[in-house]
């Protein structure tokens, strides 16, 4: 699971979130990525945490 904002000053999605979510992808890794219209850095949490909570049920 990936969270982030696309607005983030300090860890820019392009730069890494992106880097780290296509890699996954093309090399078969599974990853769920939820990403934050107009979030900066903080705050890092979802306000409904539901997808994270599925997510970890489905993959533990």
């Known amino acids: 699971m990936f969270i982030c904002g696309d607005s983030d000053t300090i860890v820019p999605y392009i730069e890494n979130g992106k880097l780290l979510y296509d890699y996954y992808t093309a090399n078969g890794g599974k ?4 990403v934050k219209p107009g979030c900066d850095h903080h705050p890092h949490g979802l306000e409904d945490m539901t997808p994270l909570i599925e997510f970890t049920y489905e993959n533990y």
């Open 31 to 34: 990853i769920t990525q939820i």
